[in-house]
């Protein structure tokens, strides 16, 4: 126990705290990365900063690790175990990287320049600045889709950001607690305790699964005058739930939800949002009425405005509204120096975590490739300057070449997987040259040992797993 005490101690206490970092450079290039999700994270991680000045601007200072939060929302996890400040990572690196907490507002791919914005609101804000850069990671996600109905910004609750859950776990125990206060008629009882989900997506499935647990598990023994009130609707547009999953898993998450009581409306768009009931459209084309305490709002994703506004300059060769097109090299068309990666391109592979993780880490291998060539070109110079030996000039003229060449960006897919609640899971793996699809508990537990193993920090990990423990002994916290 004390050597594996000691080994953990030494392995937290191996940090770059800046002071220890190389300084900024003038003469290097200076590279802008914009996010901190997954693509920019990712990209952080595996750059090699020696040979960049490295500036990353974020609206948020940390990485949010998107696959556990709907575990947020109903108190199973703990909102700091799954973020990570931006600043661990980059204290990581050779040379100091500044983080700024801004929101980046315009680039301007001529002048090569960004302008980001202090959002804090303390006295004395640091307002709005403009910067140049050398070579932009445009890694800004997007923003949650509303197909512009009318009712959903200010009535239901979104599901991306930390504090979404937070929003949805305070809202969630209001209704219950109303529900639950003395003397409230039996018509605002089914209201309050109606829990409608909107989105038959990966997300909108894990937090119907997240909030049955919660029901079963907790509500059932702090609220039994209510919790058997309790019912959750998830409206489904397309004919059936996960589209992008297998269709034995969508049957098998089809069945899990009505063993669980949780109704599924399929063909059934939501039409407008009002401030205690959705309208929804169904199959027959009938419109009905459908009351709700919480209204929690999945149904994908939209470009930010900054996305469309940079699709805007670049018109000519921007032409996707879906998101910004890039070469296979993640070169953003029109853009000299831009690369982007993640959810703000439109690309052939769906939107996901997986896919903007591994653009990072193949991005930062071109920034490998690109530094060594700067530091190779130099060596290049010098030696001709001081007319070396003709054999040495040619190795590193040969390694130069090597240097430039690029192998272009290949997605591979590790398989999908989705928490559906009470202890199930389901995974979609590409093994053995076809699709494995399993769900259940074994898929659980492979849920759960896939997302802590790819936790970013031992840190993370240690949290994710005590609040785990946490909930199995003392269950979940019902405070609002
Ligand atoms: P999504 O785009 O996957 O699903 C949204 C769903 O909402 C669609 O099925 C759509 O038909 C439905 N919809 C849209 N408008 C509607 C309306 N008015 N009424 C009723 N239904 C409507 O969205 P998501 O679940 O947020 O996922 C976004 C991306 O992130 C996807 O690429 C997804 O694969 C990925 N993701 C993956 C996981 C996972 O693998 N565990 C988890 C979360 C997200």
């Known amino acids: 126990i004390l050597t594996a005490t000691g080994a953990f101690l030494y392995v937290t206490q191996q940090q770059n705290h800046p002071p220890e970092q190389l300084p900024v450079d003038r003469t290097k290039p200076t590279l802008v990365v914009l996010g901190s999700g997954w693509g920019a994270t990712s990209f952080l991680k595996s750059l090699d900063t020696e040979e960049f000045n490295v500036v990353v601007i974020s609206p948020r200072n940390y990485f949010l690790f998107t696959p556990l939060l709907p575990s947020v929302t109903v108190g199973t996890l703990e909102p700091r175990s799954i973020i990570q400040p931006t600043r661990y990572i980059t204290r990581h690196k050779k040379r100091k990287v500044d983080v700024y907490e801004a929101e980046a507002q315009e680039v301007d791919p001529v002048k090569k320049t960004v302008t980001f914005q202090d959002l804090s609101d303390v006295r004395g804000s640091a307002g709005s600045v403009t910067i140049p850069y050398d070579y932009l990671v445009y890694a800004v996600g997007c923003e949650n889709q509303t197909f512009g109905i009318k009712g959903v910004p200010e009535h239901a609750c979104f599901l991306k950001e930390l504090g979404d859950a937070d929003k949805i776990r305070t809202k969630l125990m209001d209704c219950i607690e109303t529900a639950a206060f003395r003397d409230q008629p039996q018509e605002e009882i089914d209201r309050l305790m109606h829990m409608v989900v909107v989105g038959g997506g990966p997300t909108g499935?894990?937090?119907?699964?997240?909030?049955?647990?919660?029901?079963?598990?907790?509500?059932?023994?702090?609220?039994?005058?209510?919790?058997?009130?309790?019912?959750?609707?998830?409206?489904?547009?397309?004919?059936?739930?996960?589209?992008?999953?297998?269709?034995?898993?969508?049957?098998?998450?089809?069945?899990?939800?009505?063993?669980?009581?949780?109704?599924?409306?399929?063909?059934?768009?939501?039409?407008?949002?009002?401030?205690?009931?959705?309208?929804?459209?169904?199959?027959?084309?009938?419109?009905?009425?459908?009351?709700?305490?919480?209204?929690?709002?999945?149904?994908?994703n939209t470009s930010r405005q900054i996305t469309r506004d940079l699709m805007n300059k670049l018109a000519s060769v921007q032409t996707q509204r879906r998101g910004l097109v890039v070469d296979d090299y993640l070169s953003l068309l029109g853009g000299d120096g831009i690369?982007?990666?993640?959810?703000?391109?439109?690309?052939?592979?769906?939107?996901?975590?997986?896919?903007?993780?591994?653009?990072?880490?193949?991005?930062?291998?071109?920034?490998?490739?690109?530094?060594?060539?700067?530091?190779?070109?130099?060596?290049?110079?010098?030696?001709?300057?001081?007319?070396?030996?003709?054999?040495?000039?040619?190795?590193?003229?040969?390694?130069?070449?090597?240097?430039?060449?690029?192998?272009?960006?290949?997605?591979?897919?590790?398989?999908?997987?989705?928490?559906?609640?009470?202890?199930?899971?389901?995974?979609?793996?590409?093994?053995?040259?076809?699709?494995v699809a399993s769900g259940g508990g074994a898929a659980m537990l492979f849920w759960r040992s896939a997302y802590i193993s790819t936790l970013y920090s031992v840190r993370n990990r240690t949290l994710v797993l005590a609040d785990w423990l946490k909930v199995k002994i003392f269950g979940r916290d019902v405070s609002r």
């Open 205 to 300: 499935v894990e937090y119907a699964g997240e909030l049955h647990d919660f029901l079963i598990d907790d509500l059932k023994k702090w609220y039994p005058e209510v919790a058997d009130r309790l019912r959750i609707t998830l409206i489904e547009a397309l004919p059936n739930v996960l589209p992008a999953f297998s269709k034995q898993l969508i049957q098998y998450t089809e069945s899990t939800f009505k063993e669980n009581k949780i109704d599924v409306l399929t063909r059934t768009m939501v039409k407008d949002v009002k401030e205690q009931a959705v309208v929804v459209q169904d199959a027959n084309k009938e419109i009905r009425e459908i009351p709700y305490g919480l209204l929690v709002w999945a149904t994908g």
């Open 339 to 435: 690369y982007a990666i993640g959810d703000c391109t439109a690309t052939s592979y769906a939107p996901t975590a997986q896919v903007a993780s591994q653009q990072g880490i193949y991005l930062a291998s071109i920034f490998q490739k690109l530094g060594q060539k700067a530091k190779l070109e130099r060596q290049l110079n010098e030696l001709r300057a001081t007319s070396a030996d003709p054999a040495e000039i040619e190795a590193v003229a040969k390694k130069l070449s090597r240097a430039s060449k690029l192998t272009p960006f290949h997605y591979s897919h590790q398989g999908s997987l989705a928490y559906i609640g009470s202890e199930k899971a389901i995974a979609d793996l590409p093994l053995f040259n076809g699709n």
